[in-house]
């Protein structure tokens, strides 16, 4: 877990905040929808190569359903974490690729299950299931922003034995 | 080391063209961000052994513009396969259209509904294809990229040391924690080395 910079840091604020206005407009598009503004019809519908969008698996968190489905918002809402844990604490995470493998397992079953017409989980379970890999794929995209933003440095730094 | 760097057409071509287009296919069409994420990352995979072969670096930089290559072949063959399955079965007419959004639920304004419908019937199908397709391509390449950028960072290579000028380069890869074992001393000539 090697700190982050000041230069790893502006570029991992900016990718956190990115991805925090993608959750926020997620979750604004169907209240947007409920006060009658059409530009979030046409943003639900810019989405949806990104999602089935079938509603009955969409999270209902009032106003109407979510434009992406429960799995995928607990995707996008994990890595949000994820990036902010980093962002936040300073340190920079690094999940090897057997973590996102072990993460990934509830929501690969549920999957599997759901195309074989067995029982799958609700959407709140499914959402929370997600949130795993989420989180661990955002760590590593944090830490893949930290290489890239100070290459010369993060290499020798992790690597060598202090 | 630049000079040796290999041509990321192919594995773009290869992760990209195949994952996009099993995601254009309309009943794989489930969590598309995944696939074109996967197809960044499986790229960033394929190029690194590519460079390992070559002795070529690989870092996350080369992995995050390897994802934005990936992500374009993905959105072009990913938003082209899926206008060819909606011109075969047909879901490109205003009548179909206009099917599709009443039946969906998920379009909650009327007045949207009919927007949408008003502007297919004005620019007809083929920008409407494009339009989509555009999307394809912008939201492939996001994901993709940032598939790309961890793909980079997990399956990074350090190319080996050169000799130039009859030195060492003047950068020499840092010693793997734990792993590498130092050199052996000089042995003069008569002196067997020691056993431990």
């Known amino acids: ?162 | 080391m630049d000079t040796k760097a290999p041509s990321m057409l192919l594995p773009a071509l290869i992760a990209g063209g195949s994952l996009g287009f099993v995601s254009g296919i309309p009943i794989s069409n489930c969590a598309c961000c995944l696939w074109a994420a996967g197809a960044g990352f499986l790229a960033a995979f394929l190029y690194s052994k590519t460079c390992k072969k070559a002795g070529a670096d690989f870092d996350t930089g080369r992995g995050g513009v390897i994802g934005l290559l990936t992500g374009a072949v993905f959105g072009v063959v990913g938003g082209g396969v899926n206008s060819v399955f909606s011109l075969i079965t047909g879901g490109l007419d205003v009548e179909s259209m206009r099917e599709a959004i009443d039946a969906n639920p998920m379009i909650t304004d009327p007045e949207a509904a009919a927007q949408a419908v008003e502007l297919f019937e004005s620019v007809g199908p083929m920008v409407f294809i494009l339009g989509f397709a555009l999307i394809w391509i912008v939201l492939g390449v996001i994901f993709s990229a940032l598939g790309g950028l961890i793909g980079g960072s997990v399956f990074k290579v350090e190319a080996p040391p050169t000799v130039a000028d009859g030195g060492w380069s003047s950068n020499p890869p840092p010693m793997a924690s734990g792993g590498g074992e130092p050199p052996p001393p000089p042995v003069s000539p008569g002196e067997s080395p020691r056993e431990e």
Request: aromatic fraction near 8%; charge should be neutral; proline fraction near 8%.
């Open chain 1, 1 to 162: 877990m090697n700190p982050t910079d000041s230069s790893d840091r502006f570029w991992l604020a900016v990718l956190t905040f990115v991805a925090g206005l993608f959750c926020a407009v997620l979750v604004g598009i169907p209240v947007a929808e409920h006060r009658g503004l059409i530009a979030a019809s046409w943003v639900r519908f810019g989405l949806s190569p990104a999602c089935h969008q079938i509603t009955d698996r969409c999270l209902d968190l009032g106003a109407g359903p979510l434009p992406v489905c429960a799995r995928c918002a607990g995707l996008y809402a994990g890595g949000f974490v994820g990036l902010l844990v980093t962002l936040v604490s300073g340190r920079r995470f690094q999940p090897p690729l057997r973590w996102l493998v072990v993460a990934a397992t509830p929501s690969i079953l549920d999957f599997v299950l759901g195309s074989t017409n067995l029982p799958t989980l609700a959407n709140w379970p499914r959402f929370v299931a997600a949130l795993f890999p989420g989180l661990v794929a955002g760590l590593m995209l944090a830490d893949a922003v930290c290489r890239m933003a100070a290459p010369n440095r993060s290499a020798p730094a992790e690597d060598h034995v202090e």
